[in-house]
C-alpha cells in the first residue's frame, strides 16, 4: 500500500464515522430539526469524505470529476429538502424541543 | 468472499423485513415510507445480480415516481377527508373463516409453485443468452438488454407503452378530483426545481443516448425525465392550455404509435412484426426509444398529476 492508499483509507473510515453519528442522531435525537441537523452531517461531511477517499483512488480525472458532481449535487439536494422539511414541521406547528 | 455473502444475506433479509412491514403497517404513511426503502434495497439488490438496467429502473420508477404518486394520493385524501393521520383498523379484511382458508390455499399454491420453478430450473443454463450474443451483431445496439428490448422481444415492449397509456386514461376516466388550491412555491422549492430540471434532461438524454452500449435505455431515461416533470408540478408549474390539448395528448401517444406504425411497415416490408432490416436496425431503435422516453416522462408526470391537465385548467 502506499501513502494515497493510507489516506484514503483514513478518509474512507473517517466518512463512515460521520454516516455512523448521522444515523444514531436521527434515531437518538427528540424532536424533527435536532434530526434533521445530525443527518446533513452525514450528507455533507460524511459523503463529502468518501467522496475525496474515493477520489485518491479514481482512475481518471472523468470518474473523480463524476465523484464531485455527485458529492455537490447531494449537497445542494440535502439542504434544500432539509429547508424544506424544516418549514412544513414549523408550518404545521411542531414545536421545537426543549430539555 | 466471506464479507460479500454476510452482506447479501442482511440484504435478503432487510427485503423480506421491509415488504413484511410495508404490507402489514395500519399507518399508510409508513407503510409508504418503508415501500420507498424496499424499492431502494432492491434496486441494489439488483445491482448486486449483475442487471444494473434493472436497478436504475427500480429505483426510479419503483422507489421513486410511485413512492412520489403514493405520497400525492396520501395527501389528496388529507385534504379531502380532512383528516390528518390515515390508519386501517386492526379488523381483518376477511372475515368468513371460509374465505380466508381459500386465500391460504390459493396463495400458498402459488408460492410453491413458483419456488418449484425456480428450484427446477437448471444451476448452470445459458438460458438465451448464448442466441442474443450470437445476434447482437444484426440488432443494431451492443447492449444485450436493449437488444432484447427494443429489438428481439419489441413486441413486449409496444404492449408495455400501450400499458402505460391505458393506465392513465383510466385514471383519467374516473375525474371528479376537487381542484387542488394552487399556491406559490416556497423560494428555496423554486430555485431548487429550476436548478435541476436541466440536469434531469441532461441526465435523461445520457441515459437514452448510452441505452445502445451500457445500462439505460428509454425506460430510465423516461423515469428521470418524468421526475423532472414531478418536481416541477410539486413546485405549483402547470402546463400551458395551449399545450394541453394537442401537444400534451402527442407527447403521450408517440411511444405508443411510434411502435405500432413501425410494426405494420416492418409486417409490410419484412413480413414480420418489429423485424427491423439490419442495416436500419440502430437508427430505428434510437428513434423509438427516443419517443418512447417522451411518452413515458409525460405518462409518468401525468399519473402523478391524476387529473387530466385541461379538466381542471375549467374549474
Not at chain 1, 483509507?9 to 434533521?36: E, K, M, N
Not at chain 2, 432484447?148 to 371528479?176: C, H, K, P, Q
Request: proline share 4%; aromatic share 8%.
Amino acid at each position: 500500500m502506499t501513502a494515497t492508499d493510507y489516506i484514503a483509507a483514513c478518509l474512507l473510515v473517517l466518512g463512515g464515522i460521520f454516516f455512523f453519528a448521522g444515523t444514531a442522531g436521527l434515531l437518538r435525537l427528540p424532536d424533527v430539526y435536532t434530526r434533521l441537523h445530525a443527518l446533513t452531517k452525514a450528507d455533507n461531511v460524511g459523503l463529502g469524505l468518501i467522496v475525496s477517499g474515493l477520489i485518491l483512488q479514481a482512475e481518471s480525472w472523468l470518474v473523480a470529476c463524476k465523484l464531485l458532481l455527485i458529492w455537490l449535487l447531494v449537497l445542494f439536494a440535502g439542504a434544500s429538502v432539509s429547508h424544506l422539511i424544516a418549514r412544513r414541521a414549523r408550518h404545521k406547528g411542531i414545536r421545537v424541543w426543549r430539555p | 468472499m466471506m464479507p460479500v455473502a454476510i452482506f447479501d444475506a442482511v440484504l435478503g433479509a432487510a427485503l423480506l423485513w421491509l415488504a413484511w412491514h410495508a404490507l402489514a403497517s395500519p399507518d399508510l404513511f409508513k407503510a409508504i415510507v418503508l415501500f420507498v426503502s424496499f424499492g431502494l434495497l432492491m434496486a441494489l439488490a439488483w445491482v448486486r445480480l449483475d442487471a444494473p438496467d434493472i436497478a436504475l429502473a427500480e429505483a426510479a420508477i419503483g422507489a421513486g415516481l410511485t413512492g412520489a404518486i403514493l405520497l400525492a394520493t396520501l395527501a389528496k385524501l388529507q385534504t379531502m377527508t380532512g383528516k390528518n393521520t390515515f390508519v386501517l383498523s386492526a379488523q381483518p379484511a376477511f372475515k368468513s373463516l371460509f374465505l380466508r382458508g381459500l386465500l391460504i390455499v390459493l396463495l400458498s399454491g402459488s408460492a410453491a409453485g413458483i419456488g418449484y420453478a425456480v428450484w427446477v430450473l437448471p444451476s448452470n443454463s445459458n438460458g438465451l443468452r448464448l442466441d442474443v450474443a450470437a445476434n447482437l451483431d444484426a440488432s443494431g445496439v451492443s447492449n444485450p438488454v436493449t437488444a432484447v428490448l427494443l429489438n428481439f422481444r419489441g413486441y413486449d415492449t409496444m404492449l408495455e407503452m400501450t400499458v402505460l397509456l391505458m393506465a392513465l386514461l383510466g385514471i383519467w376516466s374516473l375525474g371528479g378530483l376537487p381542484p387542488r388550491p394552487r399556491r406559490p412555491a416556497a423560494a428555496v422549492l423554486d430555485i431548487f426545481s429550476r436548478f435541476l430540471a436541466p440536469v434531469f434532461i441532461l441526465v435523461a438524454a445520457y441515459l437514452l443516448w448510452v441505452g445502445a452500449d451500457a445500462p439505460g435505455g428509454a425506460f430510465q431515461a423516461g423515469s428521470v425525465l418524468g421526475a423532472a416533470g414531478v418536481l416541477m408540478l410539486l413546485s405549483g408549474w402547470r402546463p400551458h392550455d395551449r399545450f394541453t390539448l394537442r401537444y400534451l395528448r402527442f407527447a403521450l401517444t408517440a411511444g405508443a404509435s411510434a411502435f405500432i406504425i413501425l410494426g405494420l411497415l416492418t409486417m409490410l416490408h419484412q413480413g414480420q412484426l418489429l423485424a427491423y432490416p439490419p442495416a436500419q436496425a440502430g437508427t430505428l431503435i434510437l428513434l423509438l426509444e427516443s419517443l418512447a422516453t417522451v411518452s413515458i416522462a409525460a405518462t409518468l408526470a401525468a399519473l402523478f398529476l391524476a387529473e387530466a391537465p385541461d379538466h381542471t385548467e375549467n374549474q
